[in-house]
């Protein structure tokens, strides 16, 4: 190998070796929760800072530990392997039922107090009222004396003349001389006279067998109060009181039954919200049982992201590999072009992991959808200067590699920064998310530019021709039988370019119809195999502990605001929840404001907090805290900020993202070509395969995860630039003076390096349908469709049949290069 060799191989060596120990578990760094994009501007980051802030209420994550064997063992175990993570707290069932019931006996307690109060004193007068009947019992006189003076003396029967009578005589006198038993019960303080009369108080043995069986004391109080009440209220009104209390304001409907099932036992582990995920899923693996909640689902999409990666690496560069045997049919152009790629994804991942140094997050989709990426464009761009660079060899061209590279490169480099241009309309978003999107992406395609003109620059600079044709003895022809299919259906296109069009433009409504007839969903299925540990833990989960919380706020003075309290109580009992706040307990509405209302105010706010019946992220806990939301209500919680950081990301994508990659990529494109109508004839076309991408993924997967069509029309409307541009600037350069004759000699000596490009792209990205997790499945299939719609459909006919229709108009307010 010549010295030139050396120092043209040498500095890619050096990179590569330099940079691989960098990549080494790169998903290790990967960020799979929302926390680090939730920012003060979403109203449910504010609400959980306030309840932090005014009520003390820290929100830690919940882990759901379901276990087999008895209850001893099984805590034993779960507090044994709770050791692996950071300041864990292990809380058992009964420590459960315990706070819940302490929280609402705490509540309910002033009212059992207040109406105990009111009780004592008919208490008071059962208790004298039995013990004055043992007295009686044991001096009949002393009670037969009582009746005499108080049915004796107003008949005018002689009664001995004591103190008792006197004060009798006046009580009798305050009455009106009528109530003669009311006027003994206030001069003996005896009950017992005011049940018998003027008829019967002499019976001696009706008085003896009275005081014997009396037990209706119930009676005696109404008859000394006027007040009706059962025996069990004036024997212990205390707990009289706590029952009817709990008749209507019922206590938490947990019980025992929500912990353990046959054998099983729930145990609820709770951590700090910046637990490591990688301690997290040690302890998965290291509990013999089933384990859920917001934290596993996270850890086992990073544990099976690590497992993806390495498959689609694999079938990433087999399937790649083997759709480059096919086109080219020569193994060193084809390890060139895998090399080229391999080196774009290790300074791809290199530069992102330098940048978590400064504080940078991978978001784990960015991560994932980097390998495609880097492999498709990079091989996409070396494809077509190696392409290029056979031509001028077959044509003699002195210079080949020079001349390939001045128009290939020059290609290349358009199309590259083009891509980098759209990808980075997402860093000017206000949206954290996207933000980290678009910096993953934009890294992405400088990466792939780089090795892609300068690796394969240098590569096809030091490698002898005769090499690049083996085991032919030719270098690979890229005008061949295969460009008749291109020349056809470019002749075609032009031939029937109306019906074509308006075809194109019914697939594209029809598309946009159905994809708004899909809603995406939030469902954590879409981020773990429907076969992993956290699936089936929630399965179980779903037949016990089925509740997750929002905090719903409300500011302003409680009374005034009492009426939306009640309101928004009222919904969250009505749906099967608890709410605990100013105007409710558990299932009971408090009618107006109480002692309660404060328990739940501080520094001008109120606070609901509702146990909503569903588990944290299902479909029916994000839609019912959007119908909160909606209806105007302040909520934090998980599933508030999941909903948040969702309708932002989306929201702010396509009203402002997309506007504006059109916009950039139109302005760019003007001044690359000098033309206004090319770069909107672009946005058109690439506006029809992305709706018809994503919406046969709406057909084929049914309900999709919410930032799948994002992607997808994210990197359709970045790469699929790269196509159209390839034809454009080829048909520019096509010295024919019929504009129908340039269009299908574009098309013919670059359709063919169109087509590979997009045959390599498409296989990279169907890669990701191998993967366990359904959303990369959805990305992988969709894009990987669209890609061939647009290699096979959308570049060799729809693109040329609207050139045709626009013809001279292609190159306004330019002129059409025909040097």
């Known amino acids: 190998m010549s010295r030139r060799a050396v120092l043209l191989i040498l500095p890619w060596l050096v990179i590569v070796a330099t940079l691989s120990p960098f990549i080494i578990g790169i998903q290790n760094h990967f960020v799979y929760s929302d926390s680090p994009f939730l920012t003060t501007a979403y109203q449910s980051v504010k609400v959980n800072d306030i309840m932090k802030e005014y009520f003390n209420l820290t929100q830690r994550s919940e882990i759901f530990v379901i276990v087999n064997g008895s209850y001893n063992t099984s805590l034993e175990q779960v507090e044994s392997k709770a050791k692996i993570l950071e300041d864990a707290v292990v809380i058992n069932p009964y420590n459960i039922i315990s706070q819940e019931n302490k929280t609402y006996f705490s509540t309910i307690n002033p009212i059992v107090e207040n109406y105990t109060k009111e009780l004592l004193p008919l208490h008071n007068i059962y208790v004298n009222a039995v013990k004055t009947r043992e007295i009686l019992l044991q001096n009949l006189s002393w009670f037969e004396y009582q009746l005499n003076v108080t049915y004796g003396f107003p008949l005018g029967k002689e009664v001995r003349n004591t103190t008792y009578l006197q004060e009798f005589l006046k009580n009798y006198e305050e009455h009106n001389l009528t109530y003669a038993g009311i006027a003994g019960y206030k001069t003996f303080k005896d009950p017992f006279v005011l049940f018998f009369s003027f008829s019967n108080y002499t019976n001696s043995s009706l008085i003896k067998d009275f005081l014997n069986t009396f037990s209706n004391y119930s009676l005696l109080i109404k008859k000394v109060s006027g007040i009706s009440l059962p025996e069990e209220a004036i024997e212990n009104p205390r707990s009289y009181v706590l029952m009817k209390v709990e008749q209507i304001v019922k206590p938490p409907p947990i019980t025992i039954s929500n912990f353990h099932r046959g054998d099983s036992w729930l145990f609820i582990v709770t951590v700090p919200r910046n637990e490591s995920l990688t301690k997290v899923q040690q302890f998965i693996q290291s509990v013999k049982g089933l384990v859920t909640g917001h934290f596993p689902i996270y850890a086992q999409s990073a544990y099976y992201t690590g497992k993806d990666i390495e498959v689609i690496d694999v079938v990433t560069v087999a399937l790649v590999g083997f759709l480059l045997a096919i086109l080219l049919r020569s193994l060193l152009p084809i390890l060139l072009l895998i090399s080229s790629a391999v080196t774009g994804l290790v300074i791809g991942y290199s530069v992102l992991y330098s940048l978590t140094l400064f ?69 000017l978003s206000t949206s954290p998310l996207l933000r980290n999107i678009g910096e993953a992406l934009v890294v992405a395609s400088l990466s792939s530019l780089i090795p892609a003109i300068l690796f394969t620059f240098s590569m096809l600079k030091i490698l002898p021709i005769k090499w690049l044709g083996f085991p032919r003895k030719e270098v690979p022809n890229p005008i061949d039988a295969r460009q008749k299919y291109l020349e056809k259906s470019a002749k075609f296109a032009i031939k029937w370019k109306y019906l074509i069009l308006a075809l194109m433009v019914i697939l594209a409504i029809g598309s946009f119809f159905v994809i708004k007839d899909h809603p995406t969903n939030v469902a954590f299925t879409e981020i773990v195999p429907s076969t992993s540990e956290t699936v089936e833990g929630e399965k179980f989960l779903s037949s016990m502990f089925n509740y997750s919380t929002d905090y719903i706020l409300f500011k302003g003075n409680p009374n005034s605001t009492y009426a939306n309290i009640a309101l928004v109580s009222q919904e969250v009992i009505r749906s099967g929840g608890l709410a605990y706040g100013p105007a409710s307990l558990g299932t009971f509405i408090i009618p107006k404001p109480s002692y309660v209302t404060d328990l739940y105010y501080s520094h001008n706010y109120s606070y609901v907090e509702a146990l909503i019946p569903y588990p944290v992220f299902s479909g029916k806990a994000i839609n019912f805290t959007q119908y909160l939301i909606n209806q105007g209500f302040m909520v934090g919680g998980s599933n508030a900020n999941r909903i948040d950081i969702v309708n932002n990301t989306v929201g702010i994508y396509f009203s402002f993202v997309l506007p504006l990659t059109i916009i950039a990529i139109a302005a760019y494109l003007f001044l690359v070509l000098r033309s206004i109508v090319i770069p909107l004839r672009l946005v058109f076309t690439l506006a029809i395969s992305s709706l018809i991408g994503v919406g046969v993924m709406d057909i084929v997967f049914g309900s999709v995860y919410w930032l799948s069509p994002l992607i997808v029309f994210a990197i359709l409307f970045s790469l699929g630039i790269d196509y159209d541009l390839f034809i454009v600037l080829r048909i520019r350069e096509e010295r024919k003076t019929n504009e129908d004759d340039r269009i299908v000699a574009g098309v013919k000596n670059t359709g063919l390096v169109v087509t590979a490009a997009g045959l390599i792209l498409s296989g990279a990205f169907f890669s990701l349908v191998t993967a366990d997790m359904r959303f990369l499945q959805e990305i992988g299939f969709s894009v990987g469709f669209s890609v061939l719609f647009d290699t096979f459909i959308v570049r060799p006919i729809l693109v040329p049949a609207i050139m045709s229709i626009l013809r001279k108009y292609n190159w306004w307010p330019g002129e059409r290069n025909t040097a």
Not at 377 to 405: C, H, Q, W
């Open 359 to 427: 504080g940078y997050s991978i978001y784990y989709i960015s991560g994932l959808v980097i390998p495609p990426i880097v492999f498709g464009i990079t091989i996409d761009y070396s494809i077509l200067l190696m392409y290029r660079y056979f031509e001028e060899l077959r044509k003699g061209t002195k210079n080949p590699l020079t001349v390939a590279l001045k128009t290939a490169g020059r290609g290349a480099t358009f199309s590259g920064l083009s891509i980098t241009l759209a990808f980075s309309t997402f860093i």
